[in-house]
């Protein structure tokens, strides 16, 4: 009871199990030295946190891994070159995400030759200090590649301030389609476990564990046989259920505890890292190598060869889907990750960034939509939801704008895994409400921010001349004091030089003056 | 190919789905229902198959005009809903009620109770219920009278013709009667809900008359006096066991309200025998198990969470217990339904199940809680 609990039972809350559709993929070797594309569009802003700074000009010629745009902001993550060419412009280029917004691009040409930059071997990093090795993997500009693209040294950094009892590798990989991390742990499984020793150096945990489910026994071989070789670090194999690679929820499975509601997982003594940026984090601390490129899956009915493709960033996906053999009739949707919880992408143009961990060109039989109807309340959605909300509640109440009661039932807590709109008989487009909602909230306090900022200037500004008017005060106060002292002091120089007289006379009569002393201590 | 055009328009993930839909559920908990009406359709012969067909095609025609009026695309009407609480109604009828009591009593429950409060999905009370409660209040007589079992191609059965009469023209039973063998002295009868509120009220001990009349057997098979489709509890219990396995309802309102009702008839006739009949009775007769699986988990009007659901499956129980046991209704299902329906939106409001990283009430979980709940 009493002792910290270390194990889970594997299981989580709701959930659901689509169809997985990984065959087309996972028995495929990862595709690597795809040619280069014409241009490479790299945007600076890859990560969550504020845009890396450009640190080259069109024109510049550069290396293949040399820094071109550097970390700036309190989260933010660095960018380097994916192959040797001229930069020819920076500028906006749209992006992989349903706005379609812009953001900031250096385009590269590449030069063909793919020259590296060069990179002096770097020492063994397990004789390193961690907080050494921290900076490295920042120096590599390596994020968090299963979505959260949160910059991986800031995350290990903040895992070296708590007491981390277990360090989790996340190899889930629940969303249909995806195999990139599968594929990564069949042919990586040794890098992987390198990877995780490094950050459980870094991090200095107590437990180190690779989770992977179940349907993916061949990875389960690899890494099983990989972390053999090196003792201590453990394989635990999770049920295949879906959304298990969210982070609550493996934390959930893997040792029984739950993330206290707006807390981070260091709170309670775990954090949990991607297969893909151990690998990644390895590549920065073995070889000194910068993250250049990712592998993602390129699967779905309307592409022609289904695979995992070893991507520069920077390559738009219509390059990526011409080296899997091009599109097979229009696509009902292209996303840009999984089809649960993947984004609809605006154009073919938009390039791979750290985060893609697919692109998908979904026939309509396999997005299955339709238009919604009304809520006949079956609580399948409740039944599905992994954090125990009423997603039912939510929507109808974002939906009528009544914000408050939306998080009543739990919007606050939504992680926006679908799993209640994936079961809906309605097809109520859940999720597009909580999105809507917590866009709404967001702005709400964002506003309510700004006009606590403008109060407080307003505040700040009658405070201070509150103060002037009390300092004017306390001068004139002071000056009049001061002319009633001069004149008390004249008083009292007088009346003392009659005491002085008078003393020679009454010795005792001058006890009067400490008590004088006491009245004016407790003034200030 | 510079921009694609998508088919559909833009939305939000999933871009997949387990191909439920609200017509397929209606058609499973439809299919559900099949055998015990069929049982009830056998049984009671031709003047129940034609009152229930009546009571279906009213049920849809009513939703169409209600459709029409709101505006709203006729497709709706395969949703399957209309046709499902027709369905349900015409079950929870005596088998040989006259063709208006189906037909009427449906359209007031589906324009009443569901489409003035907005349509599908909106409405406070489960219409079948609101339907039945407002008929049999209107029309006691017709509400409680009850034929014996006469299953098609039976020596007593009445042909279709004969059927006609008795569903259109409120033909008497009596002349029918005529035409029966001698030894056959009543066709109609109480129901056996009503038998024993009758025998109580004479004084009679309801532990021994039981253990001398009610056929329990034939009860739980279904061959005894009721309900169109509510007799077989075998049946039902079958079709509402499917339902669970097949994940269209939970476990929760059936296992409560069940519970409820037996620990409740169990206790009452352990502590006093002569008044209260024992849980058995109470299971097999009247619409215990229909309402248990088919009514009270109408999803519209019961509660959410599962807690939710147990609470209003108790509450049903214990209702369903004190109206058998002290209303002026024999049977009380239905009121028992409509009161916990009212008190489902507070529910709902006040029993969520418990968010991750939180306490139930809602606060956020601290580490030493935590070792508890997991
Ligand atoms: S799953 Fe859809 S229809 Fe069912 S309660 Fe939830 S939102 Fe309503
Ligand atoms: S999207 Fe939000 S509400 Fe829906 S299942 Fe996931 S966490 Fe629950």
Excluded at chain 2, 227 to 233: D, H, Y
Aim: net charge neutral.
């Amino acid at each position: 009871m009493f002792a910290p609990r270390l194990f889970g039972s594997g299981k989580i809350r709701g959930g659901v199990h689509p169809d997985g559709r990984k065959d087309a993929t996972s028995d495929r070797p990862i595709l690597t030295n795809l040619p280069l594309p014409s241009r490479l569009y790299v945007p600076l802003n890859q990560h969550s946190g504020d845009d890396a700074l450009p640190l080259v000009r069109p024109g510049d010629r550069v290396l293949k891994g040399q820094l071109i745009g550097k970390a700036s902001g309190r989260v933010s993550a660095s960018i380097h070159a994916p192959t040797s060419g001229t930069v020819l412009a920076i500028e906006a280029v749209t992006m992989p995400h349903p706005s379609g917004l812009p953001a900031m691009a250096v385009i590269i040409e590449p030069d063909g030759d793919d020259r590296w930059i060069e990179i002096p071997t770097p020492p063994d990093p397990f004789s390193l200090d961690p907080d050494v090795l921290a900076s490295k993997v920042e120096e590599a500009g390596v994020v968090g590649m299963g979505g959260a693209i949160f910059p991986a040294a800031i995350k290990l950094r903040q895992g070296r301030r708590f007491e981390i009892q277990t360090l989790i590798i996340n190899g889930s990989e629940c969303e249909p389609f995806l195999t990139t991390d599968d594929r990564l742990m069949q042919e990586r499984a040794d890098e992987i476990v390198e990877g995780t020793r490094l950050i459980r150096k870094i991090i200095e945990a107590y437990r180190a564990v690779i989770a992977i489910e179940d349907n993916k026994p061949a990875a389960i071989a690899a890494i099983q046989a990989a972390a053999n070789k090196v003792g201590a670090i453990e394989v635990m194999v999770v049920p295949a259920h879906y959304p298990m690679g969210s982070a609550k929820q493996l934390i959930q499975a893997v040792t029984g505890l739950e993330v206290p509601a707006g807390k981070r997982s260091n709170d309670i003594g775990v954090l949990v890292h991607n297969v893909a940026t151990a690998w990644a984090i390895q590549q920065a601390l073995v070889y000194g190598k910068p993250l250049l490129s990712r592998v993602t899956t390129v699967a779905g009915a309307c592409v022609a060869q289904p695979q995992n493709v070893e991507v520069l960033f920077g390559t738009p996906i219509e390059h990526v889907f011409k080296v899997c053999g091009g599109l097979t009739g229009v696509p009902a949707r292209l996303l840009m990750g999984g089809p649960m919880m993947g984004q609809i992408l605006p154009s073919l143009d938009v390039p791979i960034i750290k985060g893609s961990s697919g692109v998908l060109a979904l026939s309509k039989a396999e997005v299955n939509a339709h238009t919604s109807s009304p809520c006949i309340r079956c609580a399948r959605c409740v039944d599905a939801c992994p954090m125990g909300l009423v997603p039912l509640e939510m929507a109808r109440n974002s939906r009528a704008d009544k914000l408050d009661a939306a998080q009543e039932f739990g919007l606050r807590d939504c992680i926006l895994c679908g799993s209640c709109a994936y079961v809906c008989p309605s097809h109520i487009p859940l999720v597009q409400y909580f999105e809507y909602a917590k866009g709404e909230l967001a702005d709400r306090r964002s506003s309510q921010q700004k006009q606590e900022y403008t109060k407080g200037l307003i505040d700040a500004r009658k405070e201070r001349l509150e103060q002037e008017r009390l300092a004017k005060e306390a001068a004139k106060a002071a000056k009049e004091a001061a002319k009633a002292a001069k004149d008390a002091a004249r008083a009292a120089a007088k009346a003392e030089k009659e005491a002085a007289q008078a003393k020679t006379q009454h010795p005792e009569s001058t006890t009067t003056s400490p008590a004088d002393n006491c009245v004016r201590e407790e003034q200030p | 190919m510079n921009s694609i055009t998508h088919e559909l328009p833009l939305r939000a993930a999933p871009h997949a789905h387990d191909r439920s839909s609200v017509d397929r559920i209606m058609l499973k908990v439809c299919l559900a229902l099949s055998p015990a009406t069929a049982y009830g359709l056998y049984l009671f012969g031709w003047p129940a198959i034609i009152l229930f067909v009546v009571t279906l095609l009213a049920a849809v025609a009513t939703e169409a005009l209600c459709l029409r009026l709101a505006g709203l695309p006729l497709q709706r009407l395969l949703d399957g809903s209309a046709l499902l609480t027709g369905w349900l109604y015409a079950a929870t009828l005596p088998p040989w009620a006259p063709w208006w009591i189906g037909a009427g009593g449906v359209a007031f429950g589906l324009i009443v109770g569901k489409h003035l409060y907005g349509g599908i999905g909106q409405n406070l009370f489960n219409p079948a219920m609101l339907a039945r409660v407002a008929v049999l209040i209107s029309f006691p007589v017709q509400l409680t009278t009850w034929v014996n079992p006469m299953p098609l191609g039976s020596e007593l059965a009445p042909g279709f013709v004969d059927a006609l009469a008795i569903i259109f023209a409120n033909a008497d039973y009596a002349a029918h009667l005529s035409a029966a063998p001698s030894g056959v002295d009543a066709m109609t009868g109480a129901s056996w809900l009503g038998a024993s509120k009758v025998a109580v009220g004479a004084g009679t001990d309801v532990g021994q008359w039981l253990a001398a009349d009610f056929p329990l057997t034939a009860a739980f098979s279904g061959h005894i006096r009721g309900s169109l489709g509510e007799t077989s509890a075998l049946l039902i219990l079958v079709g509402g066991l499917w339902l669970i396995w097949a994940r269209v309802i939970s476990w929760h309102i059936p296992a409560s309200m069940l519970g409820m009702l037996s620990l409740c008839a169990w206790l009452a006739s352990h502590f006093n025998g002569h008044l209260f009949p024992g849980p058995l009775f109470q299971l097999t007769t009247g619409a215990a198990m229909l309402g248990a699986f088919f009514i009270a988990t109408d999803y519209v009007t019961s509660p959410a969470s599962a807690t939710g659901k147990l609470l209003f499956g108790a509450g049903c129980g214990l209702l369903l217990f004190t109206i058998r046991s002290w209303g002026s209704f024999p049977e009380g299902v239905a009121f028992a339904v409509l009161f916990m329906n009212a008190l489902t939106p507070l529910i709902d409001r006040f029993i969520k199940p418990r968010a991750y990283g939180r306490t139930l009430g809602g606060k956020t979980l601290k580490h030493s809680d935590m070792r508890k709940i997991v």
